[in-house]
């Protein structure tokens, strides 16, 4: 099984998702690690209670992003990590994790990437009127919500919907799609390694 960690910043309802996907076999991994950048978010509470070893720390008590990214690394690398699932973590990946784990970091969006990247997607959608918003898997590069799209699947905003509405939609959506793409990703990481080994 691929062993994975998933990175979250807040209440890590994804995070959930993807440990529910592998525990029920339709992922073909294990969650070996949850990292975390926010001390005391409810996402650390989940990891408790599914079992995951937890790295929880604050960006603030190191000197730079390479730094704590460093500290991340090792402990990656301590727990055997060959993927990594960004569930809600907050920050740009840095160029030490992009190196370390290239083409094996995926991010979950609430949009259709390029439209509404960044902070407060929904927030965004709602602002420009749009009937139609969504959810994107992509790979992470250096960029905000500009790596390679993986998969996409769109939400209805109808007139009545709030904005607890549309994100209940988007939520709904993102436990489905997320864990169907994470398990898609690790059989395509399989076939292009054993076409490695075979060219040796």
């Not at 996907?21 to 989940?46: F, H, M, N, Q, W």
């Not at 420009?128 to 905003?157: E, N, R, Y």
């Not at 939520?171 to 990703?185: A, C, I, N």
Request: net charge negative; aromatic share 6%.
């Amino acid at each position: 099984m691929t062993k994975i960690a998933v990175f979250a910043s807040g209440n890590g309802s994804n995070f959930q998702a993807v440990s529910d996907a592998c525990r029920g076999g339709s992922i073909d991994g294990e969650i070996v690690l949850a990292v975390c950048d926010k001390p005391g978010a409810y996402v650390e509470t989940r990891a408790e209670k599914s079992e995951v070893p937890l790295f929880s720390f604050a960006p603030k008590n190191f000197e730079s992003k390479a730094a704590f990214e460093k500290k991340i690394v090792g402990k990656l690398k301590e727990h055997g990590v060959e993927l990594i699932v960004l569930a809600g973590y907050m920050r740009l990946i840095g160029d030490t994790l992009l190196q370390a784990y290239e083409n094996r970091i995926l991010n979950i969006h609430p949009s259709l990437l390029p439209a509404f990247p960044g902070l407060d997607a929904v927030g965004q959608a709602l602002a420009a009127g749009v009937k139609v918003t969504g959810v994107t898997v992509h790979l992470v590069d250096s960029g905000m919500d500009t790596g390679p799209i993986l998969a996409q699947k769109p939400v209805t905003i109808e007139q009545k919907d709030t904005r607890d509405d549309v994100e209940a939609k988007i939520r709904e959506v993102e436990h489905q799609l997320y864990p169907e793409t994470v398990q898609q990703w690790i059989e395509t990481i399989k076939e292009s390694d054993e076409r490695c080994l075979n060219e040796r």
